[in-house]
């Protein structure tokens, strides 16, 4: 029988995950199914449970999007060291009765940088703007990529302090999670006279078109900005440009996460560039 799977989130209208699934199961010869399912806001549990029991054919694993990435961190009865470190889940896999959470964004963001844009993170300065939820998801993953440094810059200078001594004093134990720089925290003016090499905005201000207030030193010469919001212009990409910076999209990083997906499911890693080349093009 098809092997099923879902992506759940509130609004779902909009996702591309069952076109990007349904390319990669037809270029690897995959037979698997896959919905884009609306769950209730307070009714992501259940969703869950009606999913995994109906009987089309077994349910093998579902993609979480927002607003439910904490829950299915809390739904799942085991999780792997890069879900832990993110404190979301956006990979579930439904093995023997039980509940496995991954997060495969940090693993998308960072095959995005490496294969697609030619940007490998090792060496580089990187500043991470942002420390909500899709910095978290990120922050572990760039670590292990052994950048120059890592600084977390946010509004709220105490919450980007935080999060950095959060990782400081977590991933050490994580199980083989070895990194060579400690995360560094702070406010946007603390970002005056200093240079990155890769700016990656993970902020919401690409969604609500709000400016950051960004000294334009931050972008180096030859320097990588990319902005995770997908689809649009936004004022960080505008800014960057003006800086003579190199700019992308989260478009890559939705494949590439949906592809770390799958592979975590199938075992096969698909082809992500013409499954990208299909999205651009329309």
């Known amino acids: ?3 099923r799977y879902a992506v759940f989130g509130n609004p779902i209208g909009h996702s591309q995950s069952p076109r990007i699934h349904a390319l990669f199961a037809a270029q690897t010869g995959q037979d698997i199914s896959y919905q884009a399912i609306l769950a209730e806001r307070n009714g992501f549990a259940a969703a869950v449970d009606a999913f995994v029991a109906a009987g089309e054919g077994p349910a093998r694993g579902a ?5 439910f990435k904490e829950e299915a961190f809390r739904l799942a009865a085991q999780r792997t060291p890069r879900a832990e470190a993110a404190g979301a889940v956006n990979t579930l896999s439904f093995e023997a009765g039980a509940i496995i959470g991954d997060n495969t964004d940090g693993a998308g963001l960072v095959r995005d940088l490496k294969h697609n844009l030619g940007c490998d993170p090792a060496g580089r300065r990187i500043l991470l703007l942002g420390a909500g ?5 990120v922050i572990l993953p760039l670590l292990l990529e052994d950048p120059a440094e890592l600084v977390i810059a946010n509004r709220t200078e ?3 302090a ?3 001594l959060e990782f400081a004093n977590s991933f050490s134990r994580l199980p083989g999670c070895t990194v060579g720089v400690t995360p560094d925290g702070m406010g946007f003016p603390g970002l005056a006279g200093r240079a990155f090499d890769l700016v990656i905005n993970a902020t919401s201000a690409g969604l609500s078109g709000a400016v950051l207030p960004l000294p334009t030193s931050v972008f180096a010469p030859r320097c990588v900005a990319y902005e995770m919001v997908y689809g649009r212009v936004t004022p960080f990409m505008n800014q960057a440009r003006d800086a003579d910076a190199r700019v992308a999209d989260g478009l890559g990083m939705l494949v590439e996460q949906a592809a770390e997906a799958f592979f975590v499911w199938r075992g096969v ?3 992500t560039a013409p499954v990208l080349a299909a999205l651009k093009a329309s």
């Open 63 to 67: 993609n979480v999007t927002v607003p």
């Open 162 to 164: 935080r999060l950095a």
């Open 269 to 271: 890693r698909p082809h």
């Open 1 to 3: 029988m098809t092997d």
């Open 158 to 160: 105490e919450t980007a």
């Open 133 to 137: 939820g899709a910095a978290r998801g």
